[in-house]
């Protein structure tokens, strides 16, 4: 097929781009042909029609040229880059030019508050690129660019795991990964599979360190060493971030002016299985509701965001974090003028955004508006303050003292002066802005309103000088301006009406003097739409100057949302100012769950961990609230380093470095990775990454697998914790061997969630208590879940046996007698016994094979078991480390089982 003509000219420009789908302006349309017009036919329902070209028919499908970026916006957030091409008068004809290429990563144009990072990833191709931890520093520099807001943040990290914490904490569309990651294989199928980004593979020499340093010095000037950005693969994956920006043309780049560097030691580690665990902005069920839904009372959509990004980084600055805690217990004490302050908030527009869209050229005049009302919120925030002492006296203040006011004030007089009440949505049809704001406009509108007074009054002079009662004068994009006569009166009408249309009822007329009044309001409109048009560039490049002065103004406001919010929780639901302290304690009294305190009557419960009680073995029940016991002990903790209050009486946080959880396993077989797969890497992950500054929360270890291994796995896990990391550690188990390490590890103790028993009645109290308990009540709570009565009766009665060690008769289905067997606690298997009659076992009992024949007398020893019992007896298990304890185990179990 070989196309011609503008056919022709789309697929060369396609040629010319690697985005998935060009969209090019033929006039007042934006069209897609060939294979682009079934996709975007099939992805945004738009009818598909045939154009023929060189004797070929091609498949095309438009959008009106105002229309496009709804459409745009719908194909990049559905992970599509889309070029764009304009067409351009030339002396002979039209020309047309690829001028951007929109893609997840660089899209303006979005309804979602969340932010939308495009990330780029590069690595000095020396690290592990799985999810090890043994890499060695710096192995990763990671830049994170929000262009929506205008927002640049740029680290370096030292392993794979850490990556793709930031990676989930930033939520990226679109990731640029540079020239060694490419070749990553593991890396990528953990970045595919964990994250929704769009991967995009940028030019190879943008990441070039040269290069990068350039573009970097170029955008922001010389500032790695006051930013103390002294890591070369940082400043790579920054350079190249910018360098996409640039190239995909969407005008973004100006909006980024201030560039942020971080460590890991700024915030708390949380990583991608911690926030997915505490449920920190989503649920692991896509039910219920998140932490973030929970406390998100923000009236702004940057407040919102801002929030997000709290609970998704803690900090670990005391100094910072008790600035917030200050502000929010101002905005506690002082409930009218908070309530106050959110009102006025709820009118404000997302400013960060709208400096971007400045920025880039494209922002409309109702944009400009929305910045003007906007500003004109900074003097009425400042007057609530102001009359508060409470909040004119605290950390609140000096939020909005960040905003240089008198600018702000100049900015917003600035577009009170030049834009109309109510602008037009589009920019290139005049009435955006005051007549009086130019003069030349001024002698524009006034000429054009004696027009419009004329055409309005044209109608009453005809029929007073014709004498014809059934006359009007209107307008349309076919005829023009007209005047239109009855048909029973056309008689009637004079020489100088020029009939130009006969309808049904009616006769259409033009004289003279209307096609001159017509061309005049045309010339008119045209210069009018012309010079707006104009005036407003220059007035939308005015205010895109001041794009650091917005985006001051922006970050404040949600800033003030944000703080505002969390109050409002607090007062709520009687929350507390936690005190902070240098790592160390955790001592927390009539403590909630901040989630499941808002459904349910809740059942609050005190922690205390210091440095002689650091690690808490907690047993009880299952479905009695361990899990939710240790999960408040991390989500207080999580909401002291972000500044807010606390659901809890009182409490006292030593400031941690890191959280890390290992909480249920979903499983992953699709990926190759059973539950227990899934439950030792983030053993291993925790294991390796948690100091003894960390927070560790473990509910039940070494249950996926065989009861022996899992209890050695977890035991060696607990001296692991206790003896070489030193976090402070909760660990529920059903393990109640493990609690018998209180006696001989000196910083561990038992907790237990207490029951009663009454009439053979259970109920769970969900309060928890000192000591350990030796009882999980599953039974009881296989009842609850409607097990049929039979099997829980049977349940009930096996189970005392098994504890009394007494003899189980095993119910075969068919005839014959009933066989007994006496489950050995020690050995994990059966023991032969007596038939019901006191004969030999049947064929159908549940013996094992090598129970004793009705004849014999003695057996002889075992040597491989008894070599495995001496193995064990001269193995100490204090002196042992858990990997290798962990192996001995598995080849003691190999060497029973090969028996």
């Known amino acids: 097929m070989t196309a011609e003509g503008i056919v022709g000219q789309y697929l060369a420009l396609k040629e010319e781009t690697d985005a998935d789908v060009l969209a090019m302006q033929m006039g007042d349309f934006y069209e897609f042909f060939h294979e682009d017009a079934e996709l975007v036919g099939r992805e945004l329902d738009l009818k598909v029609s045939e154009r023929s070209s060189g004797g070929d028919a091609y498949k095309m499908a438009g959008v009106p040229l105002d229309d496009l970026t709804p459409y745009l916006s719908a194909l990049v957030e559905r992970g599509y880059r889309v070029a764009v091409a304009d067409q351009y008068a030339t002396e002979d004809g039209h020309e047309r030019r690829i001028e951007r290429v929109v893609t997840p990563g660089t899209l303006l144009e979005t309804n979602d508050a969340d932010a939308r990072y495009l990330a780029s990833l590069v690595s000095d191709g020396s690290a592990d690129g799985g999810t090890g931890s043994d890499a060695g520093d710096d192995a990763y520099g990671l830049a994170f660019v929000d262009v929506t807001t205008g927002r640049f943040h740029v680290t370096a990290v030292a392993d794979a795991p850490a990556v793709l914490t930031e990676l989930y904490r930033f939520a990226p569309t679109e990731i640029l990964p540079g020239p060694a990651v490419r070749t990553d294989d593991d890396l990528l199928a953990t970045v595919r599979e964990r994250t929704d980004a769009t991967l995009t593979l940028h030019a190879t020499e943008a990441f070039a360190p040269g290069k990068a340093r350039h573009v970097l010095r170029e955008q922001f000037g010389e500032v790695e060493e006051s930013l103390g950005l002294d890591s070369t693969l940082a400043v790579q994956a920054a350079g190249a971030a910018l360098d996409y920006l640039a190239e995909t043309g969407t005008g973004a780049l100006a909006s980024v002016t201030r560039l942020g560097t971080y460590t890991p030691d700024d915030h708390v580690a949380v990583d991608a299985t911690t926030q997915r665990n505490l449920e920190l902005t989503e649920t692991m069920t896509g039910a219920g509701r998140s932490l973030f839904e929970t406390v998100d009372h923000t009236e702004t959509s940057a407040g919102r965001r801002l929030l997000k990004q709290w609970l998704g980084r803690p900090r670990r600055a005391r100094g910072e974090l008790e600035r917030r805690q200050a502000c929010v217990g101002a905005f506690c004490e002082a409930a009218l003028a908070r309530e106050e302050l959110r009102e006025t908030l709820s009118e404000a527009y997302d400013l960060e955004r709208l400096a971007s869209r400045t920025v880039s050229g494209s922002a409309g005049a109702t944009d400009l508006l929305r910045a003007k009302e906007t500003l004109a919120l900074v003097p009425r925030l400042a007057e609530t303050l102001d009359a508060t002492p409470r909040l004119a006296d605290s950390s609140v203040a000096d939020v909005l003292d960040r905003i240089d006011r008198d600018a702000a004030a100049d900015l917003r007089e600035t577009l009170d002066t030049a834009l109309a009440e109510d602008p ?476």
């Open 424 to 899: 037009p949505n589009t920019v290139t049809q005049g009435g955006l802005l005051r007549p009086e704001y130019d003069e030349e406009l001024a002698d524009l509108v006034a000429r054009h309103e004696e027009c419009v007074e004329w055409f309005d009054t044209l109608a009453e002079r005809e029929s007073e000088q014709t004498g014809i009662a059934r006359l009007s004068v209107d307008r349309n994009k076919t005829d023009g301006y007209y005047i239109q006569v009855a048909k029973s009166q056309a008689d009637a009408a004079p020489e100088r009406y020029e009939g130009i249309k006969t309808l049904k009822n009616s006769q259409r007329y033009v004289t003279d003097e209307l096609r001159e009044r017509e061309r005049e309001i045309l010339r008119l409109e045209e210069r009018r739409g012309d010079l707006e048009y104009e005036l407003f560039e220059e007035l939308r490049e005015d205010v895109a100057g001041h794009a650091e002065l917005l985006q001051d103004v922006g970050r404040a406001l949600a800033e003030l949302d944000a703080l505002a919010c969390l109050a409002t929780h607090a007062v709520k639901h009687d929350w507390t100012r936690p005190e902070l302290v240098e790592s160390g304690p955790l001592h927390i009294e009539a403590g909630r769950h901040p989630v499941v305190e808002t459904d349910v009557s809740f059942v609050p419960n005190d922690l205390h961990l210091d440095a002689e009680r650091r690690f808490l073995i907690v047993t009880g029940p299952n479905m009695s609230g361990k899990s939710t016991y240790m999960r408040q002990a991390a989500l207080v903790t999580l909401l002291a380093q972000v500044g807010s209050f606390v659901p809890a009486r009182s409490a006292t946080v030593g400031v941690v470095d890191g959280i890390y959880t290992r909480v249920g396993a979903l499983d992953e077989l699709a990926q190759g990775r059973s539950t227990f797969m899934v439950e030792m890497q983030e053993l291993s992950n925790i294991l390796h990454s948690a100091t003894e500054d960390s927070l560790v929360i473990l509910d039940e270890v070494g249950r996926g697998t065989a009861t022996y291994d899992g209890i050695s796995i977890a035991w060696a896990a607990t001296e692991y914790l206790h003896n070489t990391v030193g976090a402070k550690t909760l660990f529920a188990t059903h393990y109640h061997e493990l609690t018998g390490l209180a006696e001989h590890l000196p910083r561990v103790a038992n907790v237990h969630v207490s029951v009663d028993e009454s009439d053979g009645e259970v109920t769970f109290l969900r309060t928890v208590e000192e000591g350990a308990t030796n009882r999980s009540y599953g039974v009881h709570v296989a009842d609850l879940a409607g097990v049929p009565d039979p099997v829980v009766r049977r349940a009930g009665d096996v189970l005392d046996r098994l504890r009394e060690e007494k003899a189980i008769e095993a119910k075969g289905s068919g005839g014959g007698e009933t066989v007994q067997a006496v489950f050995d606690l020690g050995s994990g298997g059966f023991r032969g016994g007596a038939s019901a009659d006191g004969g030999t076992p049947s064929s159908s009992g549940a013996t094992s094979s090598d129970a004793a024949s009705p004849d014999s007398t003695s057996q002889s020893p075992d040597p491989e078991m008894e070599s495995v019992l001496r193995e064990l007896r001269e193995t100490d298990v204090n002196e042992t480390p858990p990997v290798e304890l962990m192996s001995k185990v598995q080849e003691w179990q190999s060497r029973l089982d090969d028996r």
